[in-house]
C-alpha cells in the first residue's frame, strides 16, 4: 500500500519497474541532540590551515583512492590535512598510494572510531569529503552536518537530495581533478563556518529522528485509517 525507499533515486527506480506502485523516499534519520557540534577532540590547527574529515570505510566503492590523488592539487593551493575514519581492505592499498603521491605527512589513517567519539572528530574538522562512486543517503554524511561541518560529495545517488550550495558542494564521481576544485573553492571562499550552521539547520528540519518518526507514524496511521474505510 505505501512503499520506502532510501533515497529519490531508489524510489525513481521503483517506479520505472512498477509505475502504478507509490514509492516515498524515507531515509533513516540522525540524533541530532547527540550528533551536533561539541569540543573538538583533536588539537586545533594554526590559523589558516585547514583540517579535511574523510568519514569513509575503505571499500573501493567508497571513493577514497580519488581524495587521495586529489590531495596533492588540494595542498598545492591551500595547506591543509587530512584524517581517514574508517578501515577496511582497500587501506594498505590507500596508504601506499599516499606514500606514492608524497602525501603521508598530510593524511592520517585512524582506523574504526567509536561511535561516542564522532561527534568531537566532525567538530575537529573545517570540511567533510564523500568520494563515493555508489551511495544511498548517506547517514554519514547527515552526522557531519548535524555537527555543523559542511560536506563536499560525489555527484551520485542520494548524496544531490541532501545537498545544495549553502551546506557544501558537489563534485564529479571518480575525478580528482573536479574534487580538488570543489574543496579548494569551498576552503577559499571564507564561508565554511556559515555553510556548516546551515548544514545543521537542514538535517534538523528534514533527517532529524523526530522528523522521520514523525512521518512513519503518518503513514502508518493513514495505512490503518484505510483499511478501517475498506471494512
Not at 566532525?122 to 552526522?143: H, N, V
Amino acid at each position: 500500500d505505501h512503499n520506502l525507499a532510501a533515497s529519490a533515486e531508489i524510489a525513481a527506480v521503483g517506479k520505472d519497474i512498477a509505475p502504478t506502485v507509490k514509492v516515498e523516499a524515507l531515509t533513516n534519520g540522525v540524533d541530532t541532540s547527540f550528533f551536533r557540534r561539541v569540543d573538538p577532540t583533536l588539537p586545533r590547527l594554526r590559523e589558516e590551515r585547514y583540517r579535511l574529515v574523510v568519514p569513509r570505510r575503505l571499500f573501493s566503492k567508497n571513493g577514497v583512492e580519488y581524495f587521495i590523488r586529489a590531495l596533492p592539487m588540494i595542498s598545492a593551493v591551500v595547506d591543509v590535512e587530512a584524517i581517514v575514519i574508517g578501515d577496511g581492505p582497500e587501506r594498505a592499498t590507500l596508504e601506499s598510494l599516499a606514500g606514492e603521491l608524497g602525501v603521508t605527512d598530510r593524511l592520517t589513517f585512524m582506523g574504526t572510531s567509536p561511535h561516542d567519539e564522532m561527534p568531537g572528530l566532525l567538530s575537529s574538522s573545517d570540511l567533510a569529503i564523500f568520494p563515493s562512486l555508489m551511495e544511498a543517503t548517506s547517514i554519514a554524511a547527515l552526522e557531519s552536518m548535524a555537527c555543523e561541518v559542511p560536506v563536499a560529495a560525489s555527484r551520485v545517488g542520494g548524496l544531490p537530495e541532501i545537498l545544495n550550495h549553502e551546506v557544501g558542494a558537489l563534485f564529479e564521481p571518480a575525478d580528482s581533478k573536479s574534487l580538488a576544485r570543489t574543496v579548494i573553492e569551498l576552503l577559499q571562499g571564507g564561508q565554511l563556518r556559515a555553510l556548516g550552521v546551515e548544514a545543521r539547520k537542514r538535517v534538523v528540519e528534514r533527517w532529524s529522528n523526530e522528523r522521520l518518526t514523525d512521518r512513519h507514524l503518518e503513514i502508518y496511521e493513514a495505512l490503518v485509517a484505510r483499511r478501517h474505510a475498506v471494512a
